[in-house]
């Protein structure tokens, strides 16, 4: 199993301490973690007092080690970085379909390996999609992969702008601090 103490400190870095934007629905947030999702794991205290621990453990919990991103460390410690910080800004899911769908559009219509339901899931399928993906395509691979998941992540940034104007105030953030 993969050590994620480096990707927890980058994320934490990125997420900052205390915020409580206007435009941000989460409400109050400390470490990158909403009220919502700390009372929901158990955090009853002010959010401003939020443990860094206590934000590592939820962190760990909720999107590392049950949307299994674990798993893929050991196969490609890139794409798990990126499937977690991408499953802590928009939702392990919705990370987990970025894989899915670029492993589907680099499989050269079925050659190297199946095409995978976009369930947003890790299971077999996906793991051993990525296992064939990177047998063919080497230690490049993973750099292309990396770059097709930043970039459907991006274009997802850009529609969540376009459909609610408030997150406009996000964008510029987003783009610079989580791709690339």
Not at 24 to 52: F, K, S
Not at 106 to 116: E, P
Not at 144 to 169: D, W
Request: hydrophobic content about 45%.
């Amino acid at each position: 199993m993969t050590d994620i103490a480096a990707y927890l400190n980058n994320l934490i870095a990125r997420e900052g301490g205390y915020c409580d934007h206007p435009a941000d629905r989460g409400g109050p947030t400390n470490w990158g973690i909403t009220q919502a999702v700390a009372r929901a794991n158990g955090y009853n205290g002010e959010m401003r007092a939020l443990p860094r621990t206590e934000a590592e453990r939820i962190y760990r919990t909720l999107y590392w080690d049950a949307p299994h991103f674990d798993s893929i460390a050991p196969i490609a410690p890139k794409i798990a970085h990126e499937l977690f910080d991408a499953g802590v800004n928009m939702g392990p899911p919705v990370a987990i379909r970025f894989l899915q769908r670029a492993l589907n559009a680099l499989n050269r219509n079925g050659q190297d390996y199946a095409d995978l339901a976009s369930d947003g899931a890790i299971g077999p399928a996906t793991q051993r999609a990525l296992a064939a993906f990177l047998a063919v395509r080497g230690a490049k691979g993973e750099a292309v992969l990396l770059k097709a998941m930043q970039a459907l992540r991006g274009e997802r940034y850009i529609a969540l702008a376009e459909g609610r104007p408030a997150n406009e105030a996000f964008v510029y953030g987003w783009l610079s601090n989580r791709i690339g």
